[in-house]
């Protein structure tokens, strides 16, 4: 549970400082099962998720405040909007990625949804945290960059993704995120988050591809600060169980 007298965002820097790593689990709001919600709610409680990312690329569905409600009913972990446009803003989360997508040149992705959401954001008591959001090639084509029509940077040009994200921290952000996308077939390479986190002083946020426990460790000892499983653990809720086991079977 988090302390109440101080924002997610200074806690996820307090985090950092002290080397404590940080886990979150998205959930897309388009694939929630209602009729196993209390399940899903329960694996979340079980793992060792510190956050709840809700969002996605593309999300249809008009239940967004009713699942946050529903999650906060039985979870105290910080809710967290990543949302893909301004139509995912929910007043009922704790707080909010402010994304801007600085590895496109989209305008739309970098300021256009950004300015339509600001009045929305206004009216609510939603933490807001400016998040630089860097796209990186996962060996497949994925939703977010069908959605936002940009093009995922050369996951071997590690000087033009660490440019991007010293651009990113002196533009204001306060947080990094590398993402190869949802159901990447490759996760971000080791080898640029550990340049990424060494050369920049915000929090490293890392996703996309990661499918058990080795890739959240390796990702963790290469510098990221958050790791954010989505499509692995909502494949099978018992993921980290599982994962576990595994790891338990091969040492053996």
Sequence with gaps: MRNKDSTIYDQMRQAKSEKRKLLAILLDPDKIVWENLDNLISKINESPATHVFIGGSLVETNRID?????????SNLPMVLFPGNPSQISKEADAILFL???????????IGHQVKAAPILKQTQLEIISTGYILVDGGNETAVERVSQTKPLDRNNLDLVLATAEAGEMLGNKLIYLEAGS???QSVPLEMIDLVSKKTEIPLIVGGGIVDLLGIKNAYDSGADVVVIGTAFERDFDFFEAAK???IENKQ
């Design 183 to 185: 159901g990447a077939k």
């Design 245 to 247: 086991q595994h790891l």
């Design 66 to 74: 009713e699942l946050i409600i529903r999650l906060k009913q039985k």
């Design 100 to 110: 801007s997508l600085i590895s496109g040149r989209n305008s739309d992705y970098l």
